[in-house]
C-alpha cells in the first residue's frame, strides 16, 4: 500500500505537490468513490482523475552499461536499435537522461516518472563519473582552468575531481577522468571542445552511486529496493 498521492507522481502524471491539490479539489475517485488526501491505495486499486483512467504498471528499474552504437530514446525515428530495445520487460520504461550514440557506461531506465524527474533535475545535483580519452596532452593549466568552472554557449559547467590518469605519447592523447552533477547534454564533449581537447572516447562509470563494473557491454540488472530508495533521498 502506498499514499495515493505517490501513485499518482509514480504514474508520471503530476508532482506528488499537484497531486494533493487534485484530491482536495475532489477530482481524483478510487474504485468510483471520490479519494481523501493520505489515503492509501494498492496496486488494484482503479484509480480516475478528470474521468481518466491512470497508467498503474508496476514499477521497474534497470541499470544498463550501454554499448556504443545504441541511441538512448525509447523509440528511434530512423528505427536504429534503442537502449530499451537491450532490456527483456514488457513495462514501457525510458531511460533517464541520455547518453550519446558513441558513449558508453551507466544508464537507468524506468516506467517511474516521479524518479526519472527527481535525477535528472539540475538542482538535485546527481554525480556522473566519466572517464573520456581526448585528443592531445591535457596540461596541469588547463586541469586548473575547468576546476574554475566555465560557460560554453549558455551553459555553465563545474566539472569536480578532474584527473588526468594517462597520457599516451603514441596517439597523442590524454585519459581524464572526472564529476559533473548538471546533466546537460554532450556536457563532456562541449567542455573539452572548449579547451581544444576533443573526445575520442567517452565512458559513464558512475551514475549517482550506481557504477558498471559488474555488468558486461550490453548487459542490465534489475535494482533493488533499497537502491531505489537512496536514489529517491537525493531530492532537495
Ligand atoms: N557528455 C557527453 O558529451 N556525452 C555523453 O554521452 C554524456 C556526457
Do not use: W
Not at 513495462?91 to 516521479?114: F, H, M, Q, S, W
Not at 575531481?161 to 552533477?181: A, G, T
Amino acid at each position: 500500500m502506498e499514499r495515493l498521492q505517490k501513485i499518482i507522481a509514480q504514474a508520471g502524471i503530476c508532482s506528488r505537490r499537484r497531486a494533493e491539490e487534485l484530491i482536495r479539489e475532489g477530482s481524483v475517485k478510487v474504485n468510483g468513490e471520490m479519494a481523501t488526501l493520505g489515503m492509501k491505495v494498492s496496486y488494484t486499486d482503479n484509480i480516475v482523475i478528470g474521468g481518466k483512467n491512470i497508467n498503474r504498471e508496476e514499477k521497474v528499474y534497470f541499470l544498463l552499461n550501454k554499448p556504443r552504437g545504441i541511441v538512448c530514446t525509447s523509440n528511434d525515428e530512423k528505427g536504429r536499435k534503442t537502449v530499451v530495445d537491450l532490456i527483456d520487460t514488457d513495462k514501457r520504461i525510458y531511460p533517464v537522461g541520455r547518453l550519446d550514440y558513441d558513449t558508453t557506461g551507466a544508464i537507468l531506465l524506468t516506467n517511474d516518472g516521479e524518479l526519472a524527474n527527481i535525477l535528472m533535475h539540475p538542482r538535485n545535483e546527481i554525480e556522473r563519473s566519466y572517464y573520456a580519452k581526448v585528443e592531445g596532452l591535457v596540461t596541469k593549466d588547463e586541469v586548473n582552468f575547468l576546476k574554475k568552472g566555465l560557460i560554453v554557449g549558455r551553459e555553465k559547467y563545474r566539472p569536480e575531481h578532474i584527473k588526468v590518469r594517462k597520457y599516451d605519447k603514441k596517439s597523442n592523447s590524454s585519459y581524464v577522468s572526472l564529476i559533473l552533477r548538471e546533466g546537460h547534454n554532450h556536457e563532456v564533449k562541449n567542455i573539452f571542445k572548449e579547451i581544444g581537447h576533443p573526445v575520442i572516447k567517452l565512458k559513464r562509470e558512475y551514475f549517482a552511486f550506481l557504477d558498471v563494473k559488474s555488468l558486461k557491454s550490453g548487459e542490465f540488472r534489475k535494482l533493488n529496493p533499497k537502491e531505489v530508495k537512496q536514489l529517491y533521498s537525493y531530492k532537495k
